[in-house]
């Protein structure tokens, strides 16, 4: 406890607490630009921490992890722009309710339920992290492959309008991930003898172009002259959440942080994962199911307190046993070697003030993300009454200065044309974009790890349906299947029962 106390101490220096504001401001700057994200964010800074002490350069880059977590929810609720592929679910809610005239209040749920999932993931860092990192440890390739394909089952979920067209959405993404080199036999599919594509299609380019540009064709043909309908007049009241909004939805906003810092604890589950879940879970809780997807502020809660509380739970495997939760804390883990910190049980012994400290830093990162995401969320949804003339073209510059920015690949840029056209139609005939994503991001994670799976039993997969966590994900994934029709059989019964 002495070093858990110390390293607060040293935490609440002034210094760290200015490298903890320019931290976490910096992250919200970066997450807001489409194409930027908390992956580059952190992986800029890092040379910028050569000339800072361990602990100060380690807290700096837990700042700017959590500060782009929230940034990527600004750009996701105020122009259908996901900074992250976390925020894709929360753009749904967020965007229809900057529609509605309710930005200001979407960003300052955003900021709230970010800062409690943060929080929470905070606490399991501090008090659970040696013992539920050693879970990890018993995720084999055949239970990521089920981890996965629970995932993929959230489609079901995503898809209330439409199953069939939810699947289409989700068959296409899985479809679009098997471009590039397959990573086990070093076969070239669909790559038609493409440099650019044998390492597949760019994830940035196809979520900015499927959203951005969906976006952009979007305002080009609205009869409104900004993002918001006109002729809405935005009562003072609604800039922020009430209490009432708070008391509606606290504690679904905890129960995602539980589940976001869960899957940020599972190698390769990572924030797409702990969103979707967190929101599919609180769908099905809620009173109005109905409402989801079309500017729920339930819904929006769920999904940022799933997406921050991943940040915490990626850490935990990353410092106890040197395993990356998700592409970040890899990016991370860089920074901890380069100061001459190796994961492991030292890191809660010699260097144990150090390692608090960065605890205590993502402790203080929340803090500072909710004081600028409160008072500056009224000034970030101005941006939904800018004129569509103006706008329209800004998000398209943006958004190509974002693309490029990630390979440095013109042709990165010809692939968000495509998709953006693809989105615009996609929409058109009603199809979801959501599980086209989740199919691009689940569906190679699926397929490798069940490959992997049978080459270690040579094609017998029943070893695998013996294990405790397997078994867990299997019932998981049909409840999510069919947890509705077993849900109506169930009362069918006991209502006859009742009768009788």
Known sequence: MDAVFEALLNTLGWYNILIIFIGAFAGIIVGCIPGFNASVGVALTIPLTFSFPPDTGLILLVSIYAGAIYGGSIAAILINTPGEPGNIITAMDGYNMTKQGLGSK?????????????????????LVAPPLSKITLMFGPFEMFLLAIFGLSLIVGLSKESLV?????????????????????????????????????????????LYSLGAVFELAETKSSTIQTDGIKIDRKHLLPTWKDIKKTYKTIIRSGVIGTFAGITPGAGMSIGSAISWDVARRGSKNPDNFGKGEIEGLAASESGNNGVVGGSLIPLITLGIPGNSVSAIFLGGLLIHGLRPGAELFTTHATVTYGLIWGFVFANFVMIIIGLSASRFFA?????????????????????????RNLIFDVAIMLAFGILGY?????????V??????????????????????????????????????????????????????????????????
């Open 165 to 209: 067209k939810g699947l289409i959405s989700g068959g296409l993404g899985v479809l679009f991930a098997t471009v590039g080199i397959d990573t086990i036999t070093g076969t070239y599919r669909y790559t038609f003898e493409t440099p650019a594509l044998y390492q597949g299609i760019s994830l940035v380019g196809l979520v900015i172009g």
């Open 425 to 433: 139609f996609l929409i058109k005939v009603g199809i979801p974009l």
């Open 435 to 500: 599980p086209l994503v989740l199919g691009f991001i689940l569906g190679p994670i699926a397929e490798s790890e069940m490959r992997r799976a049978l080459l270690i039993t040579q094609g017998d997969v029943t070893p695998y349906l013996t294990e405790p966590i397997a078994i867990l994900l299997i019932v998981l994934i049909i409840l999510s299947l069919f947890g509705t029709q077993l849900k109506d059989l169930i009362t069918t019964m006991f209502g006859r029962k009742k009768e009788n």
């Open 106 to 126: 979407a960003l300052g749920m955003a900021a709230i339920a970010s800062w409690i999932g943060g929080t929470i993931s905070a606490i399991f860092l501090f």
């Open 382 to 406: 101005k941006l939904a009454v800018i004129p569509v003339y103006i706008l329209a073209p800004l998000i398209f510059v943006i958004s190509t200065a974002g693309t490029l920015a990630d």
